[in-house]
Every structure is written in structure tokens, then in C-alpha cells.
């Protein structure tokens, strides 16, 4: 019963000194794909809706997120508890970054990554937030499971650009956050096309449809293409808001539009509470209220979604037992097969829509 452990682990640390409802994970697959800028944009779209969002920059290989950011006050000591940290400003957002510890080495007295992120997690005191957006490093190596594991991580974007879309590592990290059981709750193609300024003519010099086929192989929805623009650039040099800079421009249309679905989905994730109970050995019940539907145990197990079988055609087998199940989190039931998989993450949301409950 991993799923319970894991959500009750999820209660019993819910009571330290932030209040934070949602913790995203915006995540990469490697670097160079613009995830900080989607990390920023994203949080500036949440905050535009708003919302009481908060940064994390837990990238510890890449160009600091800092950089990109205005001089902002320094963390600080917590007056009234000086066990923990108040983070920095900066765009009206509270934000935290690995950068800040590498220079105030006396703050973190282990500046060694997974230290690093430790402390983060345990000793930054957020006050209220609806949702602390955490940009990830890229890859899928100790730092990243640490975050995984610690970070209460509700869910994650995972930012993409088109000409990566055709290496593993951005199925890597699909994979290792479904096995982490968190949800994915959509991909962000980044640096996706060009516009020619005089004729507002698209050129896509990496190819198209990348990020929209990638989601679709994971049974994962498509939140929106970020171009590659001049505005977008500028605001990262200068530290600007892009909504201050350029409001008119796509980029603030787009991760708008972005930052509503992301919102939606984390609701959704935690609000939906389907329900599941045993019929006989290879058939259970899904549903809520008075609406239950009967899946079967083949059924289940050929969208099971874990990196074994992922892409494997099910052999034609008609009985297939459910051997166990279990919730994980709020927000999604984990199958155990006589197939052998008991891997397999299955989000209410999918579930949802699937079976039309
Ligand atoms: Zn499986």
C-alpha cells in the first residue's frame, strides 16, 4: 500500500510554517530548453490570475534563474523564528534560489546540492502561497528524486522544445515523475517558431508539432507553444516583467492561457475523489456519487501508464486479475496486476475522461 503511505506522509508534514496549497514542478528533459523563462512566465501568469504564487530556483547546473530576475532583497532571517528563512522579492513574487546560498555560504552551511535543497525545503518560510512554482534542474539524476521525494510536489510542466522532443531525456523525465507518482500535468513546447516582424510571417526553423506529438504519446494535454520572441529575450536580460514589457505580445497571451489550464488542472487533480471498489478478481468498480462504471482488469492494464508497459502492446489476454489497489495522493490510484505491473499511476483526471464519469 505504497500510494497510502505516501499520502499520509504528504498530511503528517503538512504542518510546517508555509501554507502552500499546490507545489508545481516545471521540468526539463536537459538544458537549454528555456525552462527558467517558462518557470518565470508561468509564475508571473499565476500571479496575473490572482493568485499567491512563490518561486523556487532549484536549479543548481543551470544559468540562475536569479539572473533573469531584478535585484531583489536578499533572504532573510525570520525575525520571529529564526530557525527559518523569508524569501527574497522580486516581481511582486517571493522567491529563493540555489544562486543565494552560493554566495551567502554562511546561510547554508552545506553547500552541496541535495544539502542545499534540503534546507530549502525545510527552513524557507513561504507564509500563505496557492501554488510555489519549483524550476527543476533538467535531467533525472539524486537532486532531481530528492525534490521528488521532499517537495510535496503536486504536479509538473514539463517544458520542451521541438527539436528535443526526438531524444530520451525528455521521456525520462515524463517517465520518472509517473513513477514518482506525480502527475504531468501537461508539456509546454518552448522556442517554438519564429515571426518575421515585418510580414508576421511563422517560420519554424526545428520542425513542427513536436511538443504536441510527445503529449499525445503520454496521454498528456498540450498546454500551448511559446515562441521564440524578442520580447520574451528582453525581459530576462533586463529583469522585467514580460506583462510590463510587453503585454500585447503572444508570449504574455500564450503562458496566460498556460497558467489558467496549469491552475485548472492542479484544482482538478486534487478535487476530483473518484472512488474505486473490488467487483470480482479481474473487475473493479470506478465512479462517484451515482455514477459507476465497470473497467475490467485487461482493460486497466493495457493504458497502464508505467514505464514498463508504456508503449508495449498487451498481450490478448482476457482475464486479468486486479490484484491490489491503492490511492496516491488525492489525485490518482495505482493498480497492481497479476500481469506482474503494479506500477502503473492512474490520475482521476484521466480516469475521468476515459470512462466519462
Ligand atoms: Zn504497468
Redesign the pocket.
Known sequence: MTGLRIYEEKKKKSDRASKITYVLAVAAGKGGVGKSTVATCLSLALKNLGLKVGLLDADVYGPSLQQMLPEGLEPAEDQENPETLLPAMTLGIPFISVAHFRKEASIVRAPIANGIIEQFLETVNWGELDVLVVDFPPGTGDIQLTLMQKGEISGAVVVTTPQEVALLDVRKAIQLFGEMSIPVVGVVENMSYLVDEKTGERFAPFGEGGGERLASEFSLPFLGQIPIDRSISRAGDEGKSLWDLAPESVGVAQFSSIGKQVWDSLEKLANTGLQVRQKDPCHIEVGKGDRWVTVSGADL?AK???????GQTQSDKKEVSILEFSPVGRYAMRFG?S?G????IYPFSLLEIWLEI
Open positions: 492494464q497502464c501508464p508505467c514505464a514498463r508497459c508504456e496486476f500481469t505491473c503494479n506500477r502503473g
